[in-house]
């Protein structure tokens, strides 16, 4: 039973380039959120997808971006790389956004530099 | 006030006693509340869940929920090097969507840094 899978594991990216990330949800799930989690901090809430629809968003730039397939893996764009945007990039599906517990995956590493 | 607050921590203690954890959140709608654990470099991994008033008990671990207070903590019992790790609250607050519907929200505290010592 595959779990929540995200790629690339980790990333080096240049101040002002453009990154994307992907993330594949447990089997059965339909809901993708994405959190970046900087480091001795909680997971911040990025946005949370569903029926290809982005449902919800937190208090993140729009240089932050992202989609959902019909298959209801998920993409997290970002644009115009800040040094401060270096993190874990966490993706967690639910099955439907509802009164559930998430699933992360083993995150993304981006480092900017 | 932060949506979601644990003990900042540190918190250290000897293998074998009991580790207590702590979280208070602000929103009195919220209705389940989730502990993750997360290793160094890894991903938060659920440990417990709760959504009713009072304890759950699962192994060496109890989540205890007091909803009027808005509080929620974990209990370790006997306390392994192997439970030294960050435990993360987490709280499933229901939002409007932007597109209808209903939708909840996870909201995670900073995390608490446990360190069991042999």
């Known amino acids: 039973d595959a779990g929540v899978t995200q790629s690339p594991t980790h990333l080096i990216k240049t101040r002002g380039q453009q990154v994307t990330l992907r993330c594949s949800p447990k089997?059965?799930?339909?809901?993708v959120s994405w959190y970046q989690q900087a480091l001795g901090q909680g997971p911040q809430f990025i946005f949370q997808y569903y029926e290809e629809e982005e449902r919800q968003r937190g208090n993140f730039p729009d240089r932050f971006s992202g989609h959902q397939f019909p298959n209801y893996s998920s993409e997290l764009n970002v644009n115009a790389l800040l040094l401060g945007d270096s993190a874990l990039y966490l993706c967690?599906?639910?099955?439907?956004?509802?009164?559930?517990?998430?699933?992360f995956g083993s995150g993304t590493r981006l480092t900017v530099v | 006030q932060k949506e979601v607050e644990q003990n900042s921590g540190p918190l250290s203690v000897p293998e074998g006693a009991i580790a207590s954890l702590n979280c208070t959140y602000s929103?009195?709608?919220?209705?389940?509340f989730f502990w993750y654990r997360q290793y160094s470099g890894k991903s938060p991994e659920l440990i417990m869940f709760?959504?009713?008033?009072g304890d759950k008990e699962d192994g060496r671990f109890t989540a205890q929920l007091n909803k009027a207070s808005q509080y929620v903590s974990l209990l370790i019992r006997d306390s392994q090097p192997s439970d030294s790790a960050t435990y993360l609250c987490?709280?499933?607050?229901?939002?409007?969507?932007?597109?209808?519907?209903?939708?909840?929200?996870?909201?995670f505290g900073k995390g608490t840094l446990l360190t069991v010592n042999p």
């Open positions: 967690a599906s639910s099955s439907s956004p509802g009164n559930y517990g998430y699933t």
């Open positions: 089997s059965g799930h339909d809901t």
């Open positions: 987490a709280v499933n607050m229901l939002v409007p969507p932007r597109s209808g519907g209903s939708n909840y929200k996870l909201t």
């Open positions: 929103d009195r709608g919220s209705q389940s």
């Open positions: 709760i959504y009713s008033n």
